[in-house]
């Protein structure tokens, strides 16, 4: 597994040259190890397809839309793991407790497997430089959720949908109800950005693995969106505007 993961303090603003999410350093390397446990499972699935007598691909480049999903959305998924295993430990709501325990086992199983592909092709784990340079088709991109161009997220996060340090700070700061809503909320959001970079990466790569993820993201991820569309009604609060 690469050792290529930005080392960063919990509470530091965004680097300027790198681009890069500024999250505790153990919370990302902890989720890194676990996922590393799923990555056997990744290969032994590779190497299945291939002894059925699937035709062989070409293996992906640097900068195609395989590795580029493949390492932008890991950094995407992490993030959501990050918050949803604080809301897990720290909501008093069993209904909150459960979706965090189910997006957060889910997205890091996904991992697992996107990292799995990048020791295949032989790329990092993260690419450095501007996030979503893979995604060069612009007028797709924005009939997905308003998503723009890498620089233009709106919100000043790096990817479409993903919370700033500010907005993890204020999430940790929170308890009882003021948490729930507010982790509903980002998580509709990240969710909502996570979405239109998979339909991309789905219409853009005829890649086997990659469309199988890629539906298993937006079907589980869609059920999500609706049920935590419910949850904040249910509570009497609204979604964020897209990011």
């Excluded at 070409?58 to 604080?86: C, I, K, R, Y």
């Excluded at 069993?94 to 032989?122: N, S, Y």
């Excluded at 450095?128 to 997220?153: E, F, I, K, L």
Aim: aromatic share 4%.
């Amino acid at each position: 597994m690469s050792a290529e993961i930005h080392r960063v303090d919990e509470d530091t603003e965004l680097d300027e040259t790198t681009e890069r999410p500024a999250w505790s350093r153990w919370v990302i390397i902890g989720a890194t190890l676990v996922a590393v446990l799923l990555v056997g499972a990744t290969l032994g699935m590779f190497l299945t397809n291939t002894a059925g007598g699937e035709p062989a691909t070409a293996t992906p480049a640097a900068g195609s839309v395989e590795v580029g999903f493949a390492q932008d959305m890991s950094v995407h998924h992490l993030q959501a793991v990050t918050m949803a295993n604080w809301a897990r430990d720290h909501t008093t709501d069993p209904e909150v407790r459960q979706l965090a325990f189910d997006i957060g086992t889910t997205q890091l199983e996904q991992v697992g497997r996107m990292k799995g592909w990048l020791m295949l092709w032989d790329q990092p784990e993260q690419a450095t430089g501007a996030y979503m340079t893979w995604m060069t088709d612009a007028g797709a991109m924005s009939g997905h959720g308003g998503m723009q161009m890498p620089q233009a997220v709106a919100n000043g996060a790096p990817m479409p949908g993903m919370a700033t340090s500010a907005d993890l700070t204020k999430l940790r700061s929170l308890s009882g109800k003021a948490l729930d809503v507010e982790f509903l909320q980002l998580m509709l959001r990240h969710h909502q950005g996570g979405t239109g970079m998979a339909t991309y990466a789905q219409q853009h790569s005829d890649l086997l693995a990659l469309q199988q993820l890629t539906k298993s993201i937006l079907t589980s991820q869609g059920a999500e969106m609706d049920l935590m569309n419910r949850m904040l009604g249910a509570r009497g609060a609204a979604p964020l505007p897209a990011a």
